[in-house]
Nanobody, 134 residues
């Protein structure tokens, strides 16, 4: 069983920055991708950014150019640096490990089926709140 421990998040003003980090409790095989998803109140989770073992990244259109996902010290850790934050970025952010992702792409990140795949076969962190004030 893989546990994902998130840190970071909190509050920022519009235009500010925050950093989220996530560490997996065990080694993740090469087929795993890691990513960040967010959920607005009353809405389904949506993909924000993902990275695979080859460092290929994908971003949602709403965050492209503002957010950067990367592995930290190992392929079992991932960070999300969020710059130029907007009030509409306010949400609960979840770290995810997807064992069947293999290669990330914008299409798979933004397809709701990826969330269902993680629900069925992957792992989620407990979530961290990000609040951006105007």
């Amino acid at each position: 069983q893989v546990q994902l421990k998130e840190s970071g998040g909190g509050s920022a003003q519009s235009g500010g920055s925050l950093r989220l980090s996530c560490a997996a409790s065990t080694y993740l095989y090469d087929s795993f991708c890691m990513g960040w998803y967010r959920q607005f109140p009353g809405k389904e989770r949506e993909g924000v950014a993902a990275i695979d073992k080859d460092e290929v990244t994908a971003y949602a259109d709403s965050v492209k150019g503002r957010f950067t996902i990367s592995h930290d010290n190992s392929k079992n850790t991932v960070s999300l640096v969020m710059n130029n934050l907007k009030p509409e970025d306010t949400a609960m952010y979840y770290c995810a490990a997807d064992p069947y992702c293999i290669v990330v792409s914008h299409a798979t990140l933004t397809n709701p089926s990826s969330i269902r795949r993680i629900d069925d076969h992957g792992f989620w962190g407990r979530g961290t709140q990000v609040t951006v004030s105007s």
